[in-house]
């Protein structure tokens, strides 16, 4: 069983930026594909990055954000610079076994309970 933790949520102004932490244990971090999805008010999840063998990131935050993982911290990050209001969501982490359809949640197996992300002035 993993356990994934998040942290680094907040309040920021618009154009400014955040990093959010996600920490697992309980498995063999190396061999999950670590992702971060967001849900807005209202509004259906959607998938923002992905780390395992490769780099993936949607659309609507590339050139923004960035993700990044340390295999020997067990933990993946989500660097967000130039946020906007519309970044406003609870940022979920994600764990699964590598191989899975990396945009699609179902295809997770660990999640963590979220951390919330407001971009406001």
């Known amino acids: 069983q993993v356990q994934l933790l998040e942290s680094g949520g907040g309040l920021v102004q618009p154009g400014g930026s955040l990093t959010l932490s996600c920490e697992a244990s309980?498995?063999?971090?190396?061999?999950?594909?670590m992702a971060w999805f967001r849900q807005a008010p209202g509004k259906e999840q959607e998938f923002v990055a992905a780390?395992?063998?490769?780099?993936h990131i949607a659309d609507s935050v590339k050139g923004r954000f960035t993700i990044s993982r340390d295999n020997a911290k067990n933990t993946v990050y989500l660097k967000m610079n130039s946020l906007k209001p519309e970044d406003t969501a609870v940022y979920f982490c994600?764990?699964?076994?590598?191989?899975?359809?990396?945009?699609?949640?179902?295809?997770?197996?660990?999640w963590g309970q979220g951390t919330q992300v407001t971009v406001s002035s």
């Open positions: 994600a764990a699964q076994h590598i191989g899975g359809i990396i945009q699609e949640a179902a295809e997770y197996d660990y």
């Open positions: 780390r395992d063998l490769h780099t």
């Open positions: 309980g498995g063999i971090f190396s061999s999950y594909a």
